[in-house]
């Protein structure tokens, strides 16, 4: 019985973490340690919190946040095109081709279901699909095998699980939370909104999906986020159009 309550070993647990992908038996060191390999291996800047964790099938493991792919296109020069757009049966799949500056090329598909949505409802599904294209694509072709956080929503018995992360954070005190929004970025919002043709749900959803109670409150990288949703909206109405004529 002794030998059944003797904690695992270093080795143990990397074992379990590595071959098994389950990093809840690493210590929060040993989980800084991997996230600290992960980004020095893809060129990642760690303290922008790139990735974070996800309870998912009784595992803990991690997940890509928008940040992550952001970077990845930028480090390694990865550049996204949308190769077809289609709807079958209830699902609208965007199909997304990434292609690297030393040539090597590889597509991934983006699908959301669609099923009794219109209106704004249904543009933000749309977006959706060809912003989950975007990032899994990007992912693929630089070598992570994991999900992103545009997935994550859709897996009924995925659970966040952002305390594993804190627990081995180490900030400063004084350190300077992220940069506010500016009046320049909200301008250009209001006007992307504007071509975009979104009403007022598409405002209550951000402020859900963000926990604000104004657009003033809003961070610059989620402002970032929220102008690439209405341009790319702003791209399907526009390519619409072009197939109407």
Known sequence: MSSELTPATPAERWETAIVDGNLEKLQ???????????????????????????RLSGKLVLYARRDATDQLRRVHKVSIQIVSRETVGDCYIVTARATTADGRTDESTGAVSIKGLTGDAL?????????????????????????????????????????????IEAKPATKAGPA????????????????ARMGDEYWAEVRQRYGVASSKELTQAQASEILDELMERVAIMAEGRKDGE
Do not use: W
Request: aromatic letters at 2%; proline letters at 5%.
């Open 28 to 54: 929060p060191s040993e989980r800084l340690e991997l996230v600290r390999r992960i980004c020095a291996a893809t060129g990642l800047t760690m303290e922008t919190q790139p990735f974070q964790y996800l």
């Open 123 to 167: 543009a933000n599904a749309t977006m959706k699909a060809e912003t989950k294209s975007k990032r899994r694509v990007t992912l693929s072709i630089c070598g992570l095998g994991m999900l992103d956080e545009s997935e994550v929503e859709t897996i009924h018995d995925a659970a966040p699980a952002p305390h594993a992360m804190q627990q």
């Open 180 to 195: 506010k929004v500016t009046s320049e970025m909200l301008a250009q919002i209001k006007s992307a909104h504007a071509m």
